[in-house]
Nanobody
Framework: EVQLVESGGGLVQPGGSLRLSCAAS????????MSWVRQAPGKGLEWVSR????????YYADSVKGRFTISTDIAKNTLYLDMHSLQSEDTAVYYC?????????????WGQGTQVTVSS
């Protein structure tokens, strides 16, 4: 079965950096699309970024463009999100999800999420 496990969240000061990881298993990680999605306290889900693992093409939400970088390590079946210049508005639970890119781009497989808190 598909399994996604996020890690790397924590407390960071404004302006700081953090790397999130998502360990994937149960599917062809080298031939898929993966996204990071976040949910701030009391808010809805916000798509953050997507990567196509077969060609490494990436896409970002305007809110994080220039500050966040999505990447993969195929050998480790791991997805990353490198976050820089973090702001209080970035405080959220961050989820990784497998994207059904060959059909409707729905995200049917999700991890449990990892909490990122940006505060001084």
């Amino acid at each position: 079965e598909v399994q996604l496990v996020e890690s790397g969240g924590g407390l960071v000061q404004p302006g700081g950096s953090l790397r999130l990881s998502c360990a994937a298993s149960g599917f062809a990680f080298d031939d898929c699309a993966m996204s990071w999605v976040r949910q701030a306290p009391g808010k809805g889900l916000e798509w953050v970024s997507r990567i196509y693992t077969y060609d490494s093409n990436t896409y970002y939400a305007d809110s994080v463009k220039g500050r966040f970088t999505i990447s993969t390590d195929i050998a480790k079946n791991t997805l990353y999100l490198d976050m820089h210049s973090l702001q209080s508005e970035d405080t959220a639970v961050y989820y990784c999800a497998k994207v059904e890119y060959l059909s409707d781009y729905s995200m049917t497989s999700w991890g449990q999420g990892t909490q990122v808190t940006v505060s001084s």
